[in-house]
């Protein structure tokens, strides 16, 4: 049953009160949506369109049954760290900090680094939970441009990190919304320029072969973000972070006491011994990914960015807006970043579905397209 929320005029007390008291930032800011609509086909957030296999459930289910949910998680217990260094090639010279999804770890990251006014730098458009947790952290947030193609704009960018000596630089890598990759000279130059830390974002790691993991702990100033939420997991929140241990010994600091719970630590220590299945389901999202750009390029006044993630953006000719609305009259649902930002006009992002999700979106767009 669901009674009608009271209603919070600005008149009324309570809304009076709200007025004096919340951050006029936060007051200014539209809430994170989820868009949910009945049976839809949705290709709007990246998720992974295949679901866990049977037996793997059942194994989910035991597991969480024998759960003792009377008792504080150990959140960090030592067998689940050695499963995530085996299962994601964590190198041994690396210490681990995990989060409820990664986004908790970009806050605590902010958190335990910046005072007010103090600096998070990154290319963009990119994540926008970089903006939001530099912003609920009181620190300044400054997005470099990336050039007109949405690459990198390195110049640009070692500029940026000279003139504001950021405390953190974000580098999300393939970048979401774009799909890019940045070079590794690149990356390097940053490492070397920046007088904080760098964080290389790996949310789509398992979509190409690139990777910084390996160089988690050997450089002095690198930490490499992970989350199992792109590969079949975005309903189980965990991401974790690994860099040189004396990042991880003043970052744990500031984390939630208790911030992953007995149900997702049961439910993970399963999930991640049956690894292979979610590696073959990304796998299979993965191989999908040249054929799509190739049939989207082909409709018409489209452009296609070239993407390392599971998912492409798309430029229309036609307007974005209107094609987003038409998709989704049709039922598809996908991420218009139209008004997002001017390097992104009239673009959508969309994420890679199962074969006939693909289908019935090439199918839908060449009605809409051909129109
Ligand atoms: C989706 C995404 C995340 C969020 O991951 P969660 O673990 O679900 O919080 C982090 N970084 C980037 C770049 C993403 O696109």
Redesign the pocket.
């Known amino acids: 049953m669901s009674t009608p929320a009271p209603r919070l005029g600005m008149t009324d007390e309570a809304g009076q009160r709200v007025l004096r008291t919340v951050r006029d930032d936060v007051r200014a800011i539209a809430a994170y949506e989820v868009h949910a609509q009945a049976g839809a086909i949705k290709l709007d957030a990246?998720e992974s369109p295949y679901g866990l296999p049977e037996a793997v459930r059942d194994q989910v289910a035991a597991a969480v049954r024998a759960v003792e949910f009377n008792r504080y998680p150990d959140s960090a217990p030592a067998a689940l760290v050695a499963q995530v260094r085996e299962a994601f090639g964590v190198p041994s010279e690396a210490d681990l900090l995990f989060g409820n999804?990664?986004?908790e770890l970009i806050g605590m990251l902010v958190q335990a680094t910046c005072t007010p006014g103090d600096v998070v730098l990154t290319p963009w458009p990119s994540?926008v939970?970089f903006d939001l947790a530099a912003r609920f952290h009181h620190a300044r947030f400054v997005p470099v441009p990336l050039t007109e193609d949405l690459q990198l704009d390195l110049a640009a960018t070692i500029a940026a990190i000279e003139a504001h000596r950021p405390k953190l630089v974000f580098l999300?890598m393939p970048n979401?919304p774009t799909g890019g990759l940045w070079p590794r000279e690149a990356v390097r130059a940053i490492l070397q320029a920046a007088p904080g830390l760098v964080v290389v974002?790996e949310?789509?790691q398992a979509f190409t072969d690139e990777t910084w993991m390996p160089r988690a702990a050997q450089e002095p100033n690198l930490a490499v973000l992970r989350?199992l939420?792109?590969i079949g997991l975005?309903g189980l929140?965990f991401?974790y972070l690994a860099a040189h241990p004396a990042w991880i010994r003043e970052l744990n600091k500031v984390r939630p006491p208790y911030n992953i719970d007995s149900a997702t630590l049961a439910a993970l220590s399963v999930v991640l011994a049956n690894k292979p299945a979610l590696d073959e389901q990304a796998a299979r999202v993965r191989a999908a990914r040249p054929a799509l750009a190739v049939a989207l390029r082909a409709l018409p006044g489209t452009t296609v960015f070239d993407s390392a993630g599971n998912f492409l953006l798309v430029r229309f000719a036609r307007g974005g807006d209107a094609v987003f609305q038409a998709l989704k009259a049709r039922n598809i649902l996908v991420r218009n970043f139209s008004g997002a930002h001017p390097l992104l006009a009239n673009c959508l992002r969309i994420s890679i579905g199962s074969p006939d999700e693909n289908a019935a979106l090439l199918a839908a767009l060449n009605a809409i397209l051909t129109d």
């Open positions: 990246m999804g990664s986004d994540f939970y999300a979401n974002d949310a789509y989350t939420s792109k975005a929140r991401g």
